[in-house]
């Protein structure tokens, strides 16, 4: 499997301000999701991060709240902007690997947010 | 009704029993299924697969019923250490996307 790390691991942001994850693949995917994971519930796509071209979004997730960049095929980054308490969430970036052969998503450690 | 439903539980099992975990899911078009593991504050990690049929890893055991749109995970000899939230997994026909059910929280005590 493809060894996905995230940063921050967590932060602390007060509210109307914006963070930045960036999530980092050891080695190169084609597909590449970001995930919230709200308290005590599942998972919840955000969006299909895209290389060089527009993040895919779900319903109820828009590119102003949460701008996506993907420049290449090993990095992605979530914004959250104007962050409200309703945001704290672990935000968890996901690959399918080529490596893999099959069908089978991993999850990077996830970034802990907290507003306040 | 949403798209997979699991129990939530918690199953409090002690060790060495046997535990089952079912999942049903709404979309007759999905297409692939899995089981994911997650500890308390750490990301799912995927524990298998789940074949038509059938699979099985060592303890676990995983079954896909398609005309029941139902799939299940048993689970063997519990260890202290399965005790985690076990996340239903679907992906639909023709789409990338996963989608998961709330989980089902395993504790297994000594």
């Known amino acids: 499997s493809a060894v996905i790390s995230q940063k921050p691991s967590r932060d602390i942001c007060q509210r109307g301000t914006s963070l930045t994850i960036q999530c980092q693949v050891d080695s190169q995917v084609t597909m590449m999701f970001w995930y919230r994971q709200q308290p005590g519930q599942s998972l919840t796509l955000i969006a299909t991060?895209?290389?060089?071209?527009?993040?895919?979004?779900e319903s109820g997730f828009v590119i102003d709240k949460f701008p996506i960049s993907r420049p290449n095929l090993t990095f992605s980054t979530l914004t959250v902007s104007n962050m409200s308490p309703e945001d704290s969430s672990i935000y968890l970036c996901?690959?399918?690997?080529?490596?893999?052969?099959?069908?089978?998503?991993?999850f990077g450690p996830g970034t802990r947010l907290t507003v306040t | 009704r949403k798209e997979v439903e699991q129990d939530p539980g918690p199953f409090n099992v002690p060790e060495g029993a046997t535990v089952a975990f079912n999942c049903t899911y709404s979309?007759?078009?999905?297409?692939?299924f899995f089981w994911y593991r997650q500890d308390c504050r750490k990301e799912p990690k995927l524990l298998m697969s789940?074949?038509?049929s059938g699979n099985e890893d060592g303890r676990f055991t995983a079954q896909l019923n398609r005309a029941s749109q139902y799939i299940s995970l048993l689970i063997r000899d519990s260890k202290l250490s399965d005790s985690a939230t076990y996340l239903c997994v679907v992906r639909s026909y023709n789409t990338d996307k996963l989608i998961f059910g709330t989980g089902t929280r395993l504790q297994v005590f000594p």
């Open positions: 996901s690959v399918v690997g080529i490596r893999t052969g099959g069908y089978e998503q991993y």
């Open positions: 991060a895209n290389q060089g071209s527009e993040a895919t979004y």
């Open positions: 789940v074949y038509s």
């Open positions: 979309n007759s078009a999905s297409q692939s």
